[in-house]
């Protein structure tokens, strides 16, 4: 669809709701509606109005300096990331700028960026920005309130489906005059929605009016935010630096962030030549999710020199469910016995001894480390959301704790797993597992883009062969990947689902139907299930936390029955190696991790390439 379509929609729609915003307007013409500083999901945000900057930032931050980082894949050929098409680069999402800012001091509270006041109506049916007259484009051009409902228009049209999923509730966008837009909602039922729309990207108009916003584009585009593009170098590098006339830089969500001058992104095929290239300080920076590194891998002079530390971070929201996942649109996996029989041969503790050192954790619940996690058996809040889909859910729903470990003996396991093959229509013929209703062999293929996973799948296929079951590793470059994951072409592949202390809205587009076969949705799985949409609506329409924890905790005990994945594992914590060059402000914000808030210490900085260069 063209831009000019988009735009004759867009105006379609907000003629539309004119009667819809006069209605709104008299119904509160006698109550007006008090402009704030910031929002909270439940209560009222923690900082006042004249607050100076976010409590976990040292304001006084100098600036300048550079990070390199590693982006682990063959390349990128793209700098939209809004979109399905291509591969977008790592890190652009640095050079825009949103409508409000999260505070992480809070579990959901959002400060004035790009808008300087918010309106909401009090019965929730409606939000107003008021943009900052002094907001500019990286190009000098003003953002207007029309670039917001542009923007809105152009993403629910022709960007990456989560937007839709995201906003869905978002009925029309009005620009009131030129510094002020209003989003009216079809329901007032989900709390967190007038603030996740302050999470909007906004783009200029003016330059992507005239191009094809849906083709994948190498172009240095313009934002608002505090970085733009300086470098494109596909197959190599992609380097953004910091804007000097920044618009925003003094305001209260930013001082004392974006503080460093150069954002390098170095790409590089495979973990391990990136690790070596850490160790050669040509990378700076890098989170190490490798447990074996971590424990043994620093022993290295820079290290041992005190130029290169560890630091860990403790996770501020709840750990992110990782796992295998499997394509439920294969007809070899819609048996809910078949799915917990291959998740049994997933032998976590032979894995935590002998691969990470016994430093991990195994992850059971889809929101774990939180009070939103299921626990036990179903409470009364959760049997009151459970029971109207007693007959769509598993009995053990109803009945039995939540799936735990199997012992950890490993023959018990699979003497489980063998008897629930069996029960699902399967026997053994010349040691292979054959359907006896099709006399087709079950087999897995597991894709993945890079070799880092290959140690864990490989002992789950060994475990697997014993049952009869033909398991194999389908490793492919990142763009091949990226194309079959969109056509759903896999049997099981390696998928996260982050969680964030509020959950709401992004939840649709992980589990619900409606984007069981949309392209590059979260819901990997195909997952298309009655009783899960039904508590994915609860949990948005939660208007209490304990509301919140009812309907998350309903379903976690939903997908934790369905085995729809096989969960790996979890530290609780962020795991940093880095060249001792950078600072950074101590404590860390509760709720999450704010690299925007570090500096590079100039002085350290030339210690350190006096040493590797000796210059």
Same mark, same amino acid.
């Given at each position: ?9 867009? +105006? ?29 999901? !439940? ?20 600036? $300048? ?88 228009? /152009? ?11 995201? !906003? ?39 330059? #992507? ?63 391990? &030549? ?67 029989? /291959? ?34 058996? %179903? $409470? ?5 959301? +459970? ?14 704790? /939540? ?17 629930? /093959? ?96 949309? %392209? ?18 609860? +949990? &948005? ?6 509301? +919140? ?11 934790? #029955? ?16 880095? #060249? ?17 808030? #570090? ?17």
């Amino acid at each position: 669809m063209s831009a000019s379509s988009i735009i004759t929609r867009g +105006l379609q729609k907000r003629l539309l709701s004119l009667a819809a915003l006069l209605v709104a307007t008299v119904t509160i013409a006698d109550e007006p509606v008090a402009t704030q500083h910031g929002l909270a999901l !439940y209560d009222d945000p923690a900082l006042p109005a004249d607050f100076t900057h976010f409590p976990y930032v040292n304001p006084q931050a100098p600036k $300048g300096g550079s990070l390199t980082r590693a982006a682990v894949g063959s390349s990128f050929d793209s700098t939209n990331p809004f979109i399905i098409r291509g591969t977008p680069a790592a890190g652009v999402s640095a050079i825009y700028d949103t409508l409000l800012e999260n505070n992480l001091d809070e579990p959901f509270s959002v400060y004035g960026l790009l808008a300087e006041g918010v309106r909401l109506d009090p019965k929730r049916h409606w939000i107003e920005f008021d943009l900052r007259p002094e907001a500019r484009f990286h190009d000098g051009e003003p953002v207007t309130a029309e670039d917001v409902v542009y923007s809105f228009d /152009l993403l629910i049209e022709e960007g990456n489906p989560f937007y839709r999923s995201y !906003y869905a509730e978002v009925s029309a966008v009005e620009a009131l005059d030129d510094h002020t837009v209003r989003f009216s909602f079809s329901s007032n039922e989900s709390r967190e929605l007038p603030l996740i729309v302050g999470q909007l990207p906004i783009l200029p108009q003016h330059y #992507w009016a005239k191009r094809d916003f849906s083709a994948p584009t190498l172009e240095k585009h313009p934002g608002s935010g505090p970085y733009r593009i300086a470098e494109v170098d596909p197959g190599r590098r992609i380097v953004y630096e910091r804007d000097p006339d920044y618009w925003g830089r003094d305001l209260p969500v930013n001082r004392g962030r974006h503080n460093i001058d150069r954002l390098v992104h170095d790409y590089y095929r495979d973990r391990d &030549i990136a690790w070596e290239a850490f160790k050669a300080g040509i990378i700076d920076y890098r989170t190490d999710a490798r447990a074996a590194t971590w424990a043994i891998g620093y022993d290295f002079p820079a290290y041992h020199n005190g130029l290169v530390k560890r630091l860990t971070v403790p996770d501020g929201a709840p750990a992110t469910m990782q796992g295998f996942v499997f394509n439920l649109r294969r007809d070899k996996f819609q048996d809910r016995r078949v799915r917990e029989a /291959l998740s049994l041969a997933f032998d976590f503790p032979w894995l935590n001894a002998n691969l990470f050192y016994d430093s991990y954790r195994r992850t059971r619940s889809y929101f774990q480390n939180s009070e939103m996690a299921a626990d036990g058996l %179903p $409470g009364e809040a959760q049997l009151e959301l +459970l029971e109207p889909h007693r007959d769509e859910l598993p009995s053990e729903v109803f009945t039995k704790p /939540l799936p735990i470990d199997h012992p950890e003996d490993l023959r018990q396991r699979l003497r489980r797993a063998y008897d629930l /093959l069996l029960e699902a229509g399967y026997v053994v013929e010349e040691g292979r597992l054959i359907d006896a209703e099709t006399e087709q062999p079950l087999t897995l293929e597991v894709l993945l883009h890079d070799t880092g996973m290959e140690r864990v799948v490989q002992p789950m296929l060994r475990n697997m062969s014993r049952l009869g079951i033909a398991g194999s590793i389908r490793i492919v470059d990142i763009n091949q990947y990226l194309n079959r994951l969109r056509r759903f072409d896999f049997d099981m592949v390696v998928s996260q689902f982050p969680q964030s202390n509020n959950p709401g809205n992004e939840q649709r587009e992980y589990w619900t139907s409606d984007y069981a076969e949309a %392209p590059q949705s979260r819901n990997l799985m195909g997952l298309s299930h009655p009783a899960v949409d039904d508590l994915v609506g609860q +949990l &948005i329409r939660a208007d209490s936390r304990s509301e +919140l924890n009812a309907a998350t905790r309903a379903l976690d005990r939903v997908l934790r #029955w369905q085995f729809v994945t096989i969960p790996h594992y979890h530290s609780g914590e962020t795991r940093l190696g880095l #060249w001792d060059k950078f600072g950074y402000p101590e404590p860390f914000p509760e709720y999450g991790f704010d690299l925007s808030a #570090w500096w590079v210490d100039t002085q350290r900085e030339a210690v350190i390439d006096q040493r590797l260069h000796g210059r």
